[in-house]
Structure formats: C-alpha cells, structure tokens
C-alpha cells in the first residue's frame, strides 16, 4: 500500500527541539562561554537530529500479509445443520435420479404397448377391409342380377371409404408411436424396430388386485421421499438460522509478515511472528433482525432471542 504521508511519532515541534538540542543548551549560557563549546553544540544538534531520523517510520510504502488457520470449536450447531444439509441434498439427487428412471420407464413402456395396440389395430382394420370389399364385390353382382338397389351398393361404398381411412390413421398412428419409442430409447427415427408382443397372437393378461398400502408407497415412491427431503431440507435450514444467533468459539492461529516492522524499532525490512488466539463471538444486537426472524419462529415454533455483536479475545 503506498500513502502520500508517513505516520509520524514525534510533532514538528518536538523534532525542532530535538534537531536543535545544542543551540538550545548553549544559547542559555554566557557568550563566552557559547564561543567555548561551539563543538559541543554542533554535536548536540547532530546527536538530537540522530534521534529524530531514529523515530521516522517512513510509511509511506507499506507491505503486509499473513496467513491465518481457524479451527471451529463451537459454532451454534451451523456446522452439524450444513453436513446435514449435504446428506439430505445427496438424497435429493439419487431420489430425483430414481423418479426419473421410473418415469422413463413408465413412458417407454406405454409407448410400447401402443406400439403393440397399433400393430394389431391394423391387422383388425385390414381384415375388415377386405371383408367390406368382398361385401361390395358380393353386392355389385346382386345389383347386376337385380335382387339389391343402387341404394345398397352405395351404403356399401360407404363402409369401404370408412375403413380405408380408418386403416390409414392406424398406419399413421403406428409410424408415429415407433418413432416416439425410438426416440425414447435413443434410437435413430426412421429404425425400424420388430418388438416381440407384435408377432405375439395372444397376449396374456395379468389381473392384479390393487391394495393401498401407505407404508409402502412411501418407502418405494421417490415423489414422496423428495418431499420428506424438502421438509428436512427446510428444518436444517432453521437451524442454520438458529446457529447464526448462538455465541460461537474458535481457535485461531496464523504468521504475519510486515515491511516496515516494528520488532526492533522501526526496520524497513520484512519480519513477521507466529500468533495464536481465540474468537469468542457473543451476539447481542442486530438492529430488529430477530424480531423478524420471530415472525417466522411462530408458525415453525422455533425461536431465538439473541442479537449479534462480535467480541475477539
């Protein structure tokens, strides 16, 4: 750090003095005398301005630095709420981890079987179709023979339209739910993909009888262990709260370093020294800080009477 002026011990008066200490002594002699010790004099002055140049601290370019250890002894419960807080965000992250592989597993298992419903939705849609075609195959010849109206063969017409579009929005459908489940599985879209309930005829059907069961809902479902999380989550951050309005103790130690130093009067060279202490933090006021915090300790039940200013020892 570089100042404009220098910390001065002594005033300019007491360095006039000083500087001036022989002339002051002989001027109260006879002038005899004076012409006598006008040696003397001179090294009186010389000695006094040796003292005045012995005081200056020349300040003006200053450096410092030092390095400092605390070890916590009592800390208000903070450093036990924030390893708290740790373990509970860790739990966070493995429970949303697991939410999201159920998730992903729910999603791609619907879109499988959509996949499947799809398959055999065309299949159902084709077979009809061929038998609304056969119908009006069937139909033309009676018209031909004169046993059905043009009325009838029209009606039939209709059910071929019918099923011919809705073949087509099966088809649509299916593309569509193949390249969803591609996607889904990390897949390129256009892969085309054969799954094993599709060339399956008979598909088996499990029934299952569901029965609620709490304790195990919350001990499987990770929506509901992210919740519990939450609310821990919430408690350890009262209690950091808390922490920051109880007295706390520390140990300190640490080397500092300076240039000038003051170990051996004034040194324009760098000198340091090892130093150990304890940090005792009392708080005692905090300009209605607590009085707010109160609010909030009513409706979570929890609260500290305690302000905040620091004393060292």
Known sequence: MHTTKEVSILNNDQKYVLSNVGTGLVSQLPAPIQEKLGGLQTALNALGQDVVDAFRTDTRDMFAGTVALTQPI???????????????KERIA????????????Y???????????????KQLAESYLELVKKLDADVSKMIDEGVATKSDG??????????EMT???????????????NQLCGLPLDEQVTLVDEQAENIAVVEISAKPDVEMAVANRPELKLLENTVALSK???????????????????????????FNGFE?????????????????????????????????????WLTSVSVRV
């Open 236 to 262: 350890q951050a009262t209690n950091v709260l808390k922490a920051g309005n109880l007295p706390q103790v520390a140990l300190t130690g640490g080397y500092l370093i300076s240039n000038p130093n003051v």
């Open 154 to 163: 029209l009606s039939v017409d209709v059910k071929v339209n019918e099923a």
């Open 268 to 304: 324009k060279k760098f000198s340091g020294m090892w130093n150990v202490g304890v940090s005792v933090r009392v708080p005692i006021w905090n300009w209605g800080d607590v009085m707010l915090s109160r609010i909030s300790c009513v409706q979570t039940r929890t609260c500290v």
């Open 94 to 105: 493995a429970n949303s981890l697991d939410a999201s592989r159920q998730s992903t597993l």
């Open 74 to 88: 009592f800390m208000g419960g903070s450093i036990i709420a924030f390893n708290k807080i740790a373990d509970i």
């Open 107 to 121: 999603t791609i298992d619907q879109a499988y079987w959509q996949v499947v419903s799809l398959h055999h939705k």
């Open 167 to 181: 073949l087509t929005k099966v088809n649509d459908g299916l593309v569509l739910s193949r390249m969803l489940l």
